[in-house]
């Protein structure tokens, strides 16, 4: 199945910025990828409440920063700006529409690939119906459980299964086609590039080979990004490598965990922490993350 609507704001981020504005205020147009301190933010026709990193801000939304405060927001077009304490900012549809106190432009970035939330129904979750043989499980099954995965990157994880030689790990298409099977020692497999293609949805398994007793099992579904998303997510993280381009990991961190790269989002704010140690707000998303990648299925 084509994943239609996980494109989400990906396809807007390469159309003319007018159209950010028309798709309507419930639509996200900025994130906030670093905050210190406290902050507040009032969506169009909703209070004030709060503000947190990660946030994703739909136009009209206004902005105060609190005292000895700051953050840092990327709009969807690469604009980011920089608001300090006791500021005050109101987000229009493709940059501040207005603006009082400490705020300041920061260098652009390359549009970014998508800030809606995935669509429930194309989110990776086990099929029902299927007739279980009954066996052991294998755990710790990646990606899965709301991860996507990069069509020509995609590594498969799963926690190891005491007194197991080898597994036999398969990956079938949406019609059950086998469309790649290895045995492998160890609890990593890389899927080969040119095996998955953008934009659709897979199921794996893995399961114990030469081991004493019951076999062990363990099922998954994997859904790669569409194409647009991948390239523009690409051009984003290939800027963020780049010293002279300006890119925080904070922001690409943010951005992957938006697009279900959850395990490579936790890689990126490792990075950010050894570039910012002590930041509360980095620390409290690291930790998040990594106990949702920790918790078994």
Known sequence: MRITRFLGLGAIAALPLGFAGAAGAAEPIAIVYSLTGKASFAPPYTGRRSLRLGDRLPAGTTLEAGPRSRLELAFINGLRYELGAHSRARLGPRGLASRTGLVRPLPTTPPLPGLSPISARDRPGRRAGALR????????????????????????????????????????????????????????????????????????QVSTVERAGPVARGEAEIVTLPRQIAEAREALRKAAGEAAAGVPLALLAEVDRGLGLLAEAREELRAALRESPGDAALEKAFADLDRRLQEEP
């Open 133 to 204: 043989i009954r066996s052991e499980s294998i755990a710790g099954l990646y990606p899965d459980h709301g991860a996507t995965a990069l069509a020509q990157e995609t590594i498969l994880r799963f926690q190891p299964v005491a007194g197991t030689p080898r597994y036999r790990v398969e990956v079938r298409d949406d019609q059950g086609r086998a469309v790649f099977s290895t045995e492998t020692a160890g609890a990593e497999v890389r899927v080969p590039a040119g095996v998955l293609q953008p934009g659709l949805r897979y199921s794996w």
